[in-house]
T-cell receptor, first 111, second 114 residues
């Protein structure tokens, strides 16, 4: 069974801080994704990666960056956190001809 | 520009009733239409999916109906149970990029009351 693990369930940070959200998958999947989920807006794609050291912008990349140094790990970085980045962040991984599998999310609050 | 429109936003159904959630898409290149189910505190999980070469797919109490000409698809939950209470997301993607890069609807919060 695919397991996507997000390092923190809840996180509280202050405006201006640099924030790292970590995601690890155990199925050797090449594709990994970061979404944010907000009430009434559904899931919106921030960044995705098809391979190590490779990244592509999604629909809302502004204010975010990502890092993929190893195949199993995909990190989302908030360079300078702002209050409008308070949200639920979801990581997903995907193998060939398989659906995306999601982690349980990190609820991030920026004060 | 929202490419997948989902309705209703919320739905209350009596136990044993039929829950129906509708989605419409714009991009005719989409060729994969999954539904995800999300319980509170959990990530979304794939429930059922369909491709445009069939008009209906059934798995247990869950059925997807697909209308290619109308660019619409819907989820039917038969004999709805309180345990079905969750948020449901439809999505669409095309496989041309080598990945199922999903575009999600905004979600429907389903409450099944005893």
């Amino acid at each position: 069974d695919v397991k996507v693990t997000q390092s923190s369930r809840y996180l509280v940070k202050r405006t201006g801080e640099k924030v790292f959200l970590e995601c690890v998958q155990d199925m050797d999947h090449e594709n990994m994704f970061w979404y944010r989920q907000d009430p009434g807006l559904g899931l919106r794609l921030i960044y995705f990666s098809y391979d190590v050291k490779m990244k592509e912008k999604g629909d809302i990349p502004e204010g975010y960056s990502v890092s993929r140094e190893k195949k199993e790990r995909f990190s989302l970085i908030l360079e300078s956190a702002s209050t409008n980045q308070t949200s639920m962040y979801l990581c997903a991984s995907e193998g060939p001809n398989q659906p995306q599998h999601f982690g349980d999310g990190t609820r991030l609050s920026i004060l | 520009q929202q490419q997948v429109k989902q309705s209703p936003q919320s739905l209350i159904v009596q136990k044993g009733g039929i829950s129906i959630i509708n989605c419409a898409y714009e991009n005719t290149a989409f060729d994969y239409f999954p539904w995800y189910q999300q319980f509170p505190g959990k990530g979304p999980a794939l429930l059922i999916a369909i491709r445009p070469d069939v008009s209906e797919k059934k798995e247990g109490r869950f059925t997807i109906s697909f209308n290619k000409s109308a660019k619409q698809f819907s989820l039917h939950i038969m004999d709805s149970q309180p345990g079905d209470s969750a948020t449901y997301f439809c999505a669409a993607s095309y496989s041309g990029a080598g990945s199922y890069q999903l575009t999600f609807g905004k979600g429907t919060k389903l409450s099944v009351i005893p």
